[in-house]
């Protein structure tokens, strides 16, 4: 098999937007997941746990998002504020647990700038109020003295956050609200109105980034409705401020009475979801394409105070693989991740990263003890799951350019490549998802190469995974090394079944 990496005609750079994480409060994402408490005798920063923090700082998440999920609908920002916080009771998809809202604002604040990230905060369009929101806005970002301001600056923290990424409703064609299209861009239109500016002056720019909640991406039907009708809305009337648009997808993975297992099943199972991964890149071109003919509609500004709505960003705000066990799990949506889903997180990656002229922003659904999570916890115990390995070998891909790959005398189609360039290095992923056989391939670069590495991480069972008993039971690590390679042409390596190749070749 034969792989040309070329220079692609037109630049899509990848965002590293795209390599976002989602946390919220449902089963133990954020209790035990994150937040054990300040007198816990696991090892933490002011309550928040520092295996956690440590591990996320490596693979330094450029966005997170919080608090929700179907959580934001139902959270009040004022009972997890201050001294004294409010305990509630938490419904959310199963967790049926008393929520104490200790990690509150402004610890999620304090976490995020932990690991490096920029929060993105969802706020409550369906029990909330339009006030609830521009005062939470206010507590977080207003710099000038104030009630709220002052109300921050007593629980610490003198100087405004500055955030700028919020998403106005959450899944509002279901948990959020069962709206319909016309019903939420009404009460989207008064929500991003009522949001203050936190501008020096009346012409100073606009750092804030809105985010309406987008279509359900699993529904063909609903999801064109959907999006078509919202962008229909947006243009009967003045436009408001709209940043991103963000769709919800999950590769489903059901079984019969929900008995599909995330670590039980066999060889059919494992090419089905991983087919399911790959249908995700169709959805994103139809969506992009959707949002395009709608920006056309747009009313043409008729005065001078008047601007037309040109661009919304294309975000995918959660996505993951999500098996039916995973509803009847003691700690709410609790999966194990084995390779398969470490194979499917590096598709999707590598989908996004090739969509990146069309999709702005991702958040993976979600970092801890949810879904397709990266870390798991009991307790004391922690494991980075396989998916972690992807991400943190991705990391690479941040901010390059896409580059053009052309395969010839495909012998077997188990295979998926991507890859990118930046500063004269070419990364080239390998997927080969074949349960049994090592695929040979041939690597034609667009110059020669001096060096080259490749970092894998590889299974000799589709089962295989990290346990709190054996944590590092898969592993990426660099497997090869050559210097002094002077090629243009690397010929026969071999790609091992169900593994995961980051090369790194530096071009002379
Ligand atoms: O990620 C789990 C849940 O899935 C989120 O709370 C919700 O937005 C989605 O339906």
Same mark, same amino acid.
């Given at each position: 098999?034969?792989?040309?990496?070329?220079? %692609?005609?037109?630049?899509?750079?990848?965002?590293?937007?795209?390599?976002?994480?989602?946390?919220?409060?449902?089963?133990? /994402?954020?209790?035990?997941?994150?937040?054990?408490?300040?007198?816990?005798?696991?090892?933490?920063? *002011?309550?928040?746990?520092?295996?956690?923090?440590?591990?996320?700082?490596?693979?330094?998440?450029?966005?997170?998002?919080?608090?929700?999920?179907?959580?934001?609908? @139902?959270?009040?920002?004022?009972?997890?504020?201050?001294?004294? %916080?409010?305990?509630?009771?938490?419904?959310?998809?199963?967790?049926?647990?008393?929520?104490?809202?200790?990690?509150?604002?402004?610890?999620?604040?304090?976490?995020?700038?932990?690991?490096?990230?920029?929060?993105?905060?969802?706020?409550?369009?369906?029990?909330?109020? /339009?006030?609830?929101? +521009?005062?939470?806005?206010?507590?977080?970002?207003?710099? !000038?003295?104030?009630?709220?301001?002052?109300?921050?600056?007593?629980?610490? @923290?003198?100087?405004? #956050?500055?955030?700028?990424?919020?998403?106005?409703?959450?899944?509002?064609?279901?948990?959020?609200?069962?709206?319909?299209?016309?019903?939420?861009?009404?009460?989207?239109?008064?929500?991003?109105?009522?949001?203050?500016?936190?501008?020096?002056?009346?012409?100073?720019?606009?750092?804030?980034?809105?985010?309406?909640?987008?279509?359900?991406? *699993?529904?063909?039907?609903?999801?064109?409705?959907?999006?078509? +009708?919202?962008?229909?809305?947006?243009?009967?009337?003045?436009?408001?401020?709209?940043?991103? #648009?963000?769709?919800?997808?999950?590769?489903?993975?059901?079984?019969?009475?929900?008995?599909?297992?995330?670590?039980?099943?066999?060889?059919?199972?494992?090419?089905?979801?991983?087919?399911?991964?790959?249908?995700?890149?169709?959805?994103?071109?139809? !969506? #992009?394409?959707?949002?395009?003919?709608?920006?056309?509609?747009?009313?043409?500004?008729?005065?001078?105070?008047? !601007?037309?709505?040109?661009?919304?960003?294309?975000?995918?705000?959660?996505?993951?693989?999500?098996?039916?066990?995973?509803?009847?799990?003691?700690?709410?949506?609790?999966?194990?991740?084995?390779?398969? =889903? /470490?194979?499917?997180?590096?598709?999707?990656?590598?989908?996004?990263?090739?969509?990146?002229?069309?999709?702005?922003?991702?958040?993976?659904? !979600?970092?801890?003890?949810?879904?397709?999570?990266?870390?798991?916890?009991?307790?004391?115990?922690?494991?980075?799951?396989?998916?972690? =390995?992807?991400?943190?070998?991705?990391?690479?891909?941040?901010?390059?350019?896409?580059?053009?790959?052309?395969?010839?005398?495909?012998?077997?189609? @188990?295979?998926?490549?991507?890859?990118?360039?930046?500063?004269?290095?070419? #990364?080239?992923?390998?997927?080969?998802?074949?349960?049994?056989?090592?695929?040979?391939?041939?690597?034609?670069?667009?110059?020669?190469?001096?060096?080259?590495?490749?970092?894998?991480?590889?299974?000799?069972?589709?089962?295989?995974?990290?346990?709190?008993?054996?944590?590092? @039971?898969?592993?990426?690590?660099?497997?090869?090394?050559?210097?002094?390679?002077?090629?243009?042409?690397?010929?026969?390596?071999?790609?091992?079944?169900?593994?995961?190749?980051?090369?790194?070749?530096?071009?002379?």
């Amino acid at each position: 098999m034969k792989v040309k990496i070329e220079k %692609r005609q037109n630049e899509i750079k990848i965002n590293p937007r795209l390599h976002g994480q989602f946390i919220e409060f449902l089963g133990n /994402a954020i209790n035990d997941g994150i937040w054990v408490g300040k007198e816990s005798k696991i090892p933490n920063v *002011n309550g928040m746990r520092l295996d956690v923090i440590n591990a996320l700082k490596e693979i330094e998440p450029p966005i997170i998002r919080w608090p929700g999920g179907v959580f934001a609908d @139902h959270y009040n920002w004022k009972d997890g504020v201050g001294k004294k %916080r409010k305990k509630v009771f938490n419904e959310g998809f199963g967790t049926y647990s008393v929520e104490t809202n200790e990690f509150g604002t402004d610890e999620f604040l304090e976490f995020a700038s932990l690991i490096h990230s920029e929060p993105w905060i969802n706020i409550n369009l369906l029990t909330g109020s /339009a006030r609830e929101m +521009s005062e939470w806005m206010e507590y977080i970002n207003r710099k !000038q003295a104030s009630y709220l301001s002052q109300k921050r600056k007593n629980s610490g @923290h003198e100087a405004p #956050y500055n955030v700028n990424l919020w998403g106005i409703g959450n899944e509002v064609w279901g948990g959020g609200g069962m709206m319909t299209p016309e019903q939420y861009v009404a009460d989207y239109r008064k929500f991003a109105t009522a949001a203050p500016t936190f501008a020096l002056n009346q012409f100073s720019e606009d750092s804030r980034y809105f985010i309406l909640s987008g279509a359900d991406a *699993n529904k063909p039907k609903e999801r064109r409705y959907w999006t078509s +009708s919202v962008m229909k809305e947006l243009a009967k009337a003045r436009p408001p401020k709209v940043d991103g #648009y963000d769709l919800h997808w999950y590769n489903w993975y059901l079984g019969k009475d929900f008995s599909a297992s995330a670590t039980d099943f066999n060889a059919d199972d494992w090419y089905q979801v991983i087919s399911g991964a790959m249908e995700l890149e169709d959805i994103l071109k139809e !969506q #992009y394409d959707l949002i395009q003919d709608g920006l056309e509609q747009m009313p043409e500004p008729e005065g001078e105070f008047d !601007q037309k709505l040109e661009k919304i960003d294309l975000i995918l705000g959660e996505w993951g693989n999500w098996y039916g066990k995973a509803f009847f799990e003691e700690k709410a949506l609790y999966q194990q991740n084995t390779m398969r =889903d /470490a194979i499917t997180t590096a598709i999707i990656l590598d989908i996004l990263h090739s969509n990146a002229d069309k999709v702005k922003m991702a958040s993976m659904a !979600q970092t801890i003890n949810v879904l397709n999570a990266l870390i798991l916890t009991d307790g004391k115990e922690f494991v980075l799951t396989p998916v972690y =390995d992807i991400f943190k070998m991705y990391k690479v891909h941040r901010d390059n350019d896409v580059l053009d790959i052309n395969v010839t005398d495909q012998n077997n189609n @188990h295979i998926k490549f991507f890859a990118s360039i930046k500063d004269k290095i070419i #990364y080239l992923n390998v997927i080969n998802f074949d349960l049994t056989e090592t695929i040979n391939i041939n690597i034609d670069l667009p110059s020669q190469v001096s060096r080259y590495q490749r970092e894998e991480l590889v299974a000799n069972d589709m089962h295989e995974t990290n346990t709190f008993e054996d944590p590092n @039971h898969l592993r990426a690590a660099i497997v090869e090394q050559h210097d002094n390679v002077s090629s243009k042409e690397l010929s026969n390596i071999g790609i091992k079944p169900m593994s995961v190749s980051v090369f790194k070749f530096e071009l002379n």
